[in-house]
């Protein structure tokens, strides 16, 4: 039984985290600008992962181009592009719109390697794909401030899509936890010339200094080795499922901790959007 339980959380637990890390960022937000969010939130989790032996098993100088290309495209531009949409629209709708990563991941892999995907993960694309539009349209009918917030969270998944394309070969060379380190590393500097500055100027209190180091220590590098170690025991297919709590937590979280107002229309979207994820899934694993 305690190795069953166990398992659950080693399931559940990066789910429940990456959920939260919406809530913090937007709680970090009071006390500090976004570039300065998303460069403290690496700083702390590259730190954290420091802690880990296994971060610092070599990696061929072969691959440091690759690992470079995630520093931007896993980290330093999606984890800036979060803070920057928090401004303008609410972390649960940021976090309900990261229910469709596995869309774009899929849509990436096709582009990259040229081939369509097979008709039942495109049934699964296109129910995923319907509810990203349901989920945007109540807040791209507040004006043009949330709809720049929806580009901006589209983009950082698009960058997402590259990065776990990108990250798969060496992860599975390397382990996931030297290959994360690194690319923290290289994200690390490439967010300290904007990352700083708001740094300087923050004006801390104890709640959003917390937050923060909650992001970097949980959502950036915890959950990050309990997914790979979770992939390590149950498969990656089956580790992957936790991610589909993201959504359901920064809802949660929103309305009860923020009092965020969320549409109906976009609660709809998000469970329209899960279920093409989960049609997709199903589809690959068969």
Avoid at 141 to 159: D, E, H, K, R, Y
Avoid at 215 to 242: C, D, H, P, Q, Y
Wanted: net charge positive.
């Amino acid at each position: 039984m305690k190795l069953l339980t166990n398992g659950w959380l080693l399931l559940l637990l990066p789910g429940l985290i990456w959920g939260a890390s919406f809530l913090f960022m937007a709680e970090g937000l009071r006390a500090i600008g976004p570039s300065g969010v998303c460069f403290v939130r690496i700083c702390i989790g590259f730190a954290t992962l420091a802690c880990f032996p296994s971060a610092r098993k070599p990696v061929a100088r072969a691959h440091w181009a690759s690992v470079a290309w995630l520093g931007l495209v896993w980290f330093a531009f999606p984890l800036s592009m979060f803070p920057f949409a928090e401004e303008r629209v609410s972390s649960a709708l940021t976090g309900m719109l990261n229910g469709a990563n596995p869309l774009f991941a899929t849509l990436i892999a096709s582009y990259i390697i040229r081939r369509a995907p097979s008709r039942s993960v495109a049934v699964g694309l296109a129910v995923g794909l319907a509810g990203i539009v349901l989920m945007a349209l109540p807040a791209m009918n507040q004006g043009q401030s949330s709809a720049v917030g929806i580009a901006m969270i589209l983009a950082a998944l698009v960058s997402y899509g590259f990065a776990i394309n990108i990250a798969r070969s060496l992860q599975q060379e390397y382990g996931a936890i030297p290959v994360i380190w690194r690319a923290q590393g290289v994200a690390l500097v490439l967010t300290a010339p904007l990352g700083i500055p708001d740094l300087l100027s923050a004006h801390w209190s104890l709640w959003p200094l917390l937050s923060l180091v909650a992001l970097g220590v949980f959502g950036t590098a915890v959950a990050n080795v309990l997914i790979a170690k979770a992939a390590g025991r149950f498969g990656a297919a089956r580790a992957s499922g936790s991610t589909f709590l993201i959504p359901v937590v920064a809802i949660v979280l929103g309305v009860a901790v923020r009092h965020e107002q969320v549409a109906p229309l976009a609660v709809a979207g998000c469970f329209v959007c899960l279920t093409g994820a989960w049609l997709m899934k199903r589809a690959s694993s068969h």
